[in-house]
């Protein structure tokens, strides 16, 4: 859970992810990378968010669509949300991701998705944050999205049950 990060893996996170704000535009900019590095690593991906399972994921129609922006956009919110409830609200925060993974089994998102949006969150990172994007920063944040969307299964296998 959530709630079992240690103080030192919370702050490399949350440190890492203002850097990733300082850009400019940085919820396009960001999105647009991570639905890319999800949609190559899981095409089936492409039709849950209402594209065609064979869209270029390089085409400057998709990129460039509003619906592609929208989500992308979207995801960095959610993803702001979450990170700024890291540590003094992390139960609450618990509660909310396992609600906002009952939600996407209406969705139709599977478990076996959430390994690849982990992958794509990894490349966005290391594509932004180029050098500053160390090591011990890459395990901070591979250990907070194991947590993450683990209450997020969670919540999936209490709607299907």
Same mark, same amino acid.
């Given at each position: ?9 919370? &702050?490399?996170?949350?440190? =890492? ?12 900019? &960001? *999105? ?9 690593? !899981?095409?089936? !991906? ?12 390089? =085409?400057?129609?998709?990129?460039? =669509? ?5 989500? &992308? *956009? ?7 949300? &979450?990170?700024?409830?890291? *540590? ?7 509660e909310i991701m396992q609600d906002l993974g009952a939600k996407h089994v209406r969705y139709g998102v599977k478990a076996d998705l959430f390994p690849a949006m982990g992958e794509a969150?990894? !490349? ?38």
């Open positions: 859970m959530v709630r079992e990060l240690s103080y030192t893996t919370i &702050a490399h996170v949350l440190e =890492s992810w203002e850097k990733l704000r300082r850009i400019k535009n940085y919820e396009t900019v &960001a *999105g647009s990378i991570l639905f890319r590095q999800l949609f190559k690593r !899981a095409p089936q !991906a492409k039709v849950l968010f209402g594209f065609p399972i064979d869209a270029d994921t390089d =085409s400057s129609e998709l990129l460039t =669509s509003k619906r592609f922006l929208m989500h &992308a *956009g979207y995801m960095i919110e959610m993803l702001d949300t &979450a990170l700024a409830m890291l *540590g003094p609200d992390s139960e609450l925060l618990t969150l990894i !490349a966005t990172l290391e594509c932004t944050l180029e050098d500053q994007f160390t090591e011990t920063i890459k395990q901070s944040w591979e250990q907070t999205y194991k947590e993450l969307s683990d209450d997020m299964i969670r919540g999936q296998s209490s709607t299907t049950k």
